[in-house]
């Protein structure tokens, strides 16, 4: 991992959505890793399980997300190492686009000028949906995107934005986050991953439930990537100085929500619990709108020499189960 180095007194960091899934682990980390950081959340505190994700970090200050703009113009920006920003609907069912363009586009887009402006770092969140149903990026034409809602496309606004005003920024990183799993999901009620849904589905009534698919020799696969390997990467990128752009965030290694299931009901049953895996009916609401691959494009991890390596599903799923499970 890279050493944060400190320069003129810059001791202070960032991140909007700290009381969220990406944005706690997040926020944790740095606290274990640098001690003598002084972090400030920013954010929407609307129910306990956010409450619980972060009441026990020590942060200097917490803001609402409405506070963010008035108070970056009061703090000393001298101190600021940069800006984590995590904080979105990411609800891939929120139709509302004059909502999502305000709440996730305008938002963003007005933190970019702001970090362009007074010359500071920032990392923010971006999202592999913004592929569609091809699910990864077409190297030869990086600009062929056709995003499956309107959360994708308020995202796909945001990237746009940087490159068509900023083309030639260096401050600013769009990380686009492939299947993130992990602890701190409780509060994303329909959208959490597919790992933390089997297994609460398997603690709970003893089965999971998988998607029936059209095509059993081509099995839905998506790129799973474990929060503490993202949590690590944003780190390791937050100093680098050859890191601008747009970039792909996840394994490059897509795995079948069958192996998943598979991984997850065997951790049970070790245990004593037999777990049932059950085939369901594709939801209607979610044809035409389902990624059924992912895979993201890690090649400027060895292009920029950067030692990232995340763990490989079963260990990144283990870790998950032992961390949040209580076994009686």
Same mark, same amino acid.
């Given at each position: ?17 700290? *009381? ?21 959340? #920013?954010?929407?505190?609307? +129910?306990?399980?956010?409450?619980? !994700? ?8 917490y803001w609402n997300r409405d506070e963010l ?6 703090? +000393? ?21 004059? %909502?999502?363009?305000?709440? !996730?586009?305008? =938002? ?10 007074? &010359? ?10 913004? =592929? ?20 994708? =496309?308020? @995202?796909?606004?945001?990237? &746009? ?6 083309? !030639? &920024? ?32 398997? @603690?709970?009534n003893n089965e999971i439930h998988l998607f ?18 993202? #949590? ?43 777990? *049932?895996? @059950?085939?369901?009916?594709f939801p209607t609401k979610l044809r035409g709108?389902? &990624?059924? %691959? ?12 950067? %030692? ?6 079963? @260990? ?13």
């Amino acid at each position: 991992m890279i050493q944060i180095v400190l320069r003129n007194k810059k001791d202070t960091l960032i991140i909007t959505g700290c *009381e969220g899934f990406i944005g706690s682990n997040l926020a944790k980390l740095f606290l274990i890793k640098y001690k003598h950081l002084k972090l400030i959340g #920013c954010g929407n505190l609307n +129910n306990k399980e956010k409450f619980f !994700n972060i009441n026990n970090l020590e942060l200097v200050e917490y803001w609402n997300r409405d506070e963010l703009f008035i108070n970056l113009e009061k703090i +000393n920006k001298n101190r600021l190492l940069g800006i984590v920003h995590l904080g979105a609907c990411s609800s891939t069912t929120e139709w509302r686009g004059d %909502y999502l363009i305000s709440n !996730n586009t305008r =938002y963003s887009n007005s933190l970019i000028d702001f970090c362009i402006t007074n &010359q500071m770092r920032l990392i923010y969140a971006s999202s592999a949906s913004v =592929y569609g149903m091809r699910g990864f990026k077409n190297k030869e034409n990086p600009s062929d995107l056709n995003p499956l809602n309107m959360y994708a =496309y308020s @995202k796909l606004l945001t990237d &746009q934005y940087l490159t068509y005003k900023y083309p !030639n &920024q260096n401050l600013i990183t769009s990380l686009r986050f492939f299947n993130v799993y992990g602890i701190n999901e409780r509060h994303k009620v329909g959208m959490a991953s597919p790992v933390h849904t089997f297994n609460e589905q398997a @603690k709970i009534n003893n089965e999971i439930h998988l998607f029936m698919e059209d095509d059993s020799e081509n099995p839905f696969q998506r790129d799973f990537v474990s929060v503490d390997d993202i #949590c690590t990467l944003i780190i390791d990128l937050l100093t680098r100085s050859d890191m601008y752009g747009i970039f792909d965030a996840g394994t490059g290694i897509p795995i079948s929500f069958r192996r998943i299931a598979d991984i997850i009901s065997k951790w049970w049953g070790i245990r004593g619990k037999k777990i *049932e895996i @059950k085939q369901v009916g594709f939801p209607t609401k979610l044809r035409g709108f389902y &990624q059924p %691959y992912t895979c993201a494009d890690m090649s400027f991890l060895e292009t920029k020499k950067i %030692y990232w390596h995340p763990k490989n599903i079963n @260990k990144g799923i283990h870790d998950f189960l032992d961390s949040s499970n209580t076994i009686d």
